[in-house]
């Protein structure tokens, strides 16, 4: 079911990222950022509690160009709801969207789920990069933040959005040993994902998900600084359609990262993945 909807941009409701209450999304609401020629710098918290009926959409209104909106974390300001709610101290530099919880959601039981993020250029979460944090401080992203990086999520999908510059792409965690602890039911489709990693560190990637049950199809996946094209922990991983460009690794399969992370190993599919009518290209040297 539809909810609220929040329109961002020139003559909108909101003409700042940072005024949209992004922590009080609730299912069924829609966020729309309308394209400007100039990029929105807001740094973003999110831990709404969507359902299959009622998904929360996050959506990039394109100008008649089709050019997407940018969202940057260069130099970007923290959300004033993120503030105001205390959001972000132990994950204030690690995305420009950042998935978790609110100190007061319980940490054993708060997953947040079934969020879309759609037609947005996310760039600017690089540790060359720096941004004004919940206190007023200038700080510089982690190695590893991520234009959208989820502590954990359950059914994000992620679709027609660019997403370029960032130290991760996209990053999903899962860990420890707890049955909700864990990212679940990822989705990312028709990306264009290129040019995130760090050149001197091997670590991050343009795209970096440990989780259970993960679908990349249609992307188009360029090269990394540093790391990998698609780097996945994840258990019945599929690989489609997608066009893939190496980098020091064009497809890194891996286990999963942490000792503890029982959901995904106990997963039937956890040493299973397909990978099927894709476009691999190694012009890496």
């Not at 020629?37 to 807001?42: C, G, I, K, Q």
């Not at 609110?102 to 760039?123: A, E």
């Not at 510059?165 to 996209?170: E, K, R, S």
Request: hydrophobic share 30%; proline share 4%.
């Amino acid at each position: 079911g539809k909810r609220n909807t929040y329109d961002v941009g020139p003559g909108k409701q909101y003409t700042e990222l940072t005024d949209v209450p992004w922590l009080s999304l609730q299912g069924g609401d829609v966020v729309n950022i309308h394209y400007r020629s100039t990029p929105y710098r807001t740094k973003v918290g999110l831990r709404p509690l969507g359902t299959a009926t009622a998904p929360v959409y996050i959506n990039g209104v394109t100008d008649t160009s089709c050019n997407r909106p940018m969202v940057s974390g260069a130099g970007a300001v923290t959300a004033k709801d993120a503030i105001a709610a205390n959001f972000f101290p132990l994950v204030s530099n690690l995305g420009v969207f950042t998935i978790f919880r609110l100190p007061t959601d319980s940490r054993d039981t708060y997953t947040p789920g079934y969020i879309t993020i759609q037609n947005l250029h996310i760039s600017g979460a690089s540790s060359k990069n720096t941004f004004t944090n919940h206190t007023g401080a200038t700080q510089a992203y982690d190695d590893g933040a991520a234009a959208i990086y989820a502590v954990r999520v359950n059914h994000l999908t992620v679709e027609n959005c660019e997403i370029t510059g960032n130290g991760n792409g996209v990053f999903t965690n899962t860990r420890g040993g707890s049955s909700i602890d864990h990212s679940a039911y990822l989705v990312f489709r028709r990306n264009k994902i290129h040019l995130n990693g760090n050149a001197n560190r091997s670590t991050e990637h343009n795209f970096y998900t440990q989780g259970y049950r993960v679908l990349f199809e249609g992307n188009d996946i360029g090269q990394a600084y540093g790391g990998s094209s698609l780097k996945d922990r994840s258990s019945g991983t599929v690989i489609r359609y997608n066009r893939v460009i190496a980098s020091a690794r064009a497809l890194d399969l891996v286990e999963t990262e942490e000792e503890y992370a029982t959901t995904v190993q106990s997963d039937p599919l956890n040493d299973f993945a397909w990978v099927y009518g894709n476009v691999i290209i190694n012009d890496y040297y």
